[in-house]
């Protein structure tokens, strides 16, 4: 059986995936810091059919991130599907001239470093497959810079460039690399589906190739 891990893993969005992928006959591996809100998740993704199974991890702390990818690999079976969506957080969202080189440091550790971690555990597995899809999420200052969003202006663009330099690198592989660009809160977006819509593109994107870069609505329109 395929599996999707997801970090970030939440109730919203990311149970949304959880159970389009399922639906897809996927495993689902849940990755946030807190094992007793995954484990709550897993028990409500599973009554719907969902095999599905939390790992604990900090994205700040790398080696944390690979153990958690590599349990879930050998719990539920080779990760086929990678969604890198940790939220910010809201200190993530100082003014620019309150930015400090340690917060601008974890912000980095919280968005590319993370990736980076993620992605060096679960490719070598993809490339001997011959297959597979790793999704970043990312709001619109990875596209446009704001001066009252610092961290995840300064974040989310290495976060994007490193996934724009994969997407090219793995074109030949049968490996698809793409980013989502989620400029606002999707409640406040009015979203036709809700959180199930943007699941079904997530899903689209995993299963089709395309550009590496995917607007879920113009930037102009959304909120941040």
């Known amino acids: 059986m395929p599996t999707l891990a997801i970090i970030g893993a ?12 399922g639906r897809e006959g996927f495993s689902v591996a849940l990755i946030s810091r807190d094992q007793d809100k995954l484990d709550g998740l897993a028990a409500e993704l ?18 944390a991130l690979e153990q958690a ?23 993530y969202l100082e003014p620019v001239l309150d930015l400090t080189p340690e917060l601008a440091l974890e912000s980095l550790r919280f968005s590319a470093l993370g990736l980076i971690h993620a992605v060096r555990t679960v490719l070598p597995g993809m490339r001997e497959a011959g297959e597979g899809s790793i999704i970043l999420i990312n709001g619109g200052t990875s596209v446009k810079a704001r001066a009252g969003f610092s961290g995840t202006s300064v974040a989310f663009p290495a976060e994007s460039a490193y996934g724009e330099m994969l997407h090219e690198a793995l074109a030949d592989e049968g490996i698809r690399v793409t980013q989502l660009v989620i400029p606002g809160a999707i409640p406040k977006l009015q979203i036709e589906g809700g959180v199930v819509g943007v ?8 299963s089709e190739a395309g550009d590496f870069r995917t607007m879920l609505i113009p930037l102009e329109d959304g909120r941040e």
């Open 46 to 63: 599973g009554e719907d059919g969902v095999t599905v199974q939390g790992f604990a991890a900090d994205v700040r702390d790398g080696a």
């Open 69 to 91: 990818l590599e349990q879930a690999a050998a719990a539920l079976g080779p990760i086929t599907a990678l969604q890198y969506s940790p939220l910010p957080s809201r200190s």
């Open 10 to 21: 939440g109730p919203n969005l990311g149970a949304a995936v959880a159970r389009r992928f």
């Open 199 to 206: 699941a079904d593109r997530i899903w689209d994107m995993h």
